[in-house]
């Protein structure tokens, strides 16, 4: 199976800071994707990257901005964190049209 | 309305219990149709994948695909305590690789 590693299970940052999340994966897979989860309110995509270079705005892009300098890494950027974005950020790795792996999770709290 | 309803639950059931999941869907497009599993702050991890419409079995999970009344469903048989998760239906068309998630039903299985 493929291996997705988020760099940390829980951060807790200031209002206003810029944020860093780093999602790494083992297999090769082309398509990667940064998801945050709320209760209530399920997965919702903030972007995807289909290759290197490449990313797409996913339902929710606003305030968050993405890096992928490397097939296997895919950052998320909260550029000036807020705590309505205090959330679950799920990091996922998918080869084409096949199913999606996730990591571990990472769980943001803006202060 | 959401293009995924699924009901959040809490669904709670004494050890051994058939459970039935389920989730309807609103785009006929989608063909590929998976159910995720997932403890409490941890990240999901797939149970089944599925294409079109049948049965799936692997081992107590049973998945379910009806398109033509767009529904899925996820059994459980023979349920374990172990098996208490938040489970997730997830389904995609063919023509791209973006994800559609429900919000998960919170399963609590007794023993």
């Known amino acids: 199976d493929v291996k997705v590693t988020q760099s940390s299970r829980y951060l807790v940052k200031r209002t206003g800071e810029k944020v860093f999340l780093e999602c790494v994966q083992d297999?090769?897979?082309?398509?990667m994707f940064w998801y945050r989860q709320d209760p209530g309110l399920g997965l919702r995509l903030i972007y995807f990257?289909?290759?290197?270079?490449?990313?797409e705005k996913g339902d929710i892009p606003e305030g968050y901005s993405v890096s992928r300098e490397k097939k296997e890494r895919f950052s998320l950027i909260l550029e000036s964190a807020s705590t309505n974005q205090t959330s679950m950020y799920l990091c996922?790795?998918?080869?084409?049209?096949?199913?999606?792996?996730f990591g571990q999770g990472t769980r943001l709290t803006v202060v | 309305q959401k293009e995924v309803e699924q009901d959040p639950g809490p669904l709670s059931v004494p050890e051994g219990a058939i459970v039935s999941l389920n989730c309807t869907y609103s785009?006929?497009?989608?063909?590929?149709f998976m159910w995720y599993r997932q403890y409490s702050r941890k990240g999901p991890e797939l149970l089944m994948y599925?294409?079109?419409?049948g049965n799936k079995e692997d081992g107590r999970f049973t998945a379910q695909v009806d398109k033509s009344s767009k529904y899925i469903s996820l059994f459980i048989r023979d349920s374990q305590p172990s098996d208490s998760a938040t489970y997730l239906c997830?389904?995609?068309?063919?023509?791209?690789?973006?994800?559609?998630f429900g919000a998960g039903t919170r399963l609590f299985v007794k023993a």
């Open positions: 785009n006929s497009a989608f063909q590929y």
């Open positions: 297999m090769d897979h082309e398509n």
């Open positions: 599925t294409y079109s419409s």
């Open positions: 990257s289909y290759d290197v270079k490449m990313k």
């Open positions: 997830a389904m995609r068309g063919t023509g791209g690789f973006k994800t559609i």
């Open positions: 996922a790795a998918q080869r084409g049209n096949t199913e999606a792996f």
